[in-house]
Nanobody
Framework: QVQLQESGPGLVKPSQTLSLTCTVS??????????WSWIRQPPGKGLEWMGA???????YVNPSLKSRTSISRDTAENQFTLEVSPVTPEDTAVYYC???????????????WGQGTPVTVSS
């Protein structure tokens, strides 16, 4: 059973850095042909794919977020991390990590999702 769990601060001040970690159990993040994504949903809006890291460490980032977003991983801890900097109130959303065989699975229904963690950007 693949399980994903997001962790990180629930409140971030504008202009600071948001850092979220997804801890994976039941599967290795290096298993071939799987992609590990970050997806968010702002209040009252749809899902937005932010980016993904592949089994081999390659990263893919939504062009609209590329200048502020990075994704990395810790294979020893079986975790992958999202950083967004600097944040603005428009980054307020529920953030999800997910796994799928597609780089961007947000429009199709990812195979596995974390529970999601709410993040508010406010001073």
């Amino acid at each position: 059973q693949v399980q994903l769990q997001e962790s990180g601060p629930g409140l971030v001040k504008p202009s600071q850095t948001l850092s979220l970690t997804c801890t994976v159990s039941g599967a290795s993040i290096t298993t071939k042909n799987y992609y590990w994504s970050w997806i968010r949903q702002p209040p009252g809006k749809g899902l937005e794919w932010m980016g993904a890291i592949a089994y081999n460490g390659s990263t893919y980032v939504n062009p609209s977020l590329k200048s502020r977003t990075s994704i990395s991983r810790d294979t020893a801890e079986n975790q992958f991390t999202l950083e967004v900097s600097p944040v603005t109130p428009e980054d307020t959303a529920v953030y999800y990590c997910a796994r799928d065989r597609r780089i961007d699975c947000s429009g199709y229904g990812c195979a596995y999702w974390g529970q999601g963690t709410p993040v508010t950007v406010s001073s």
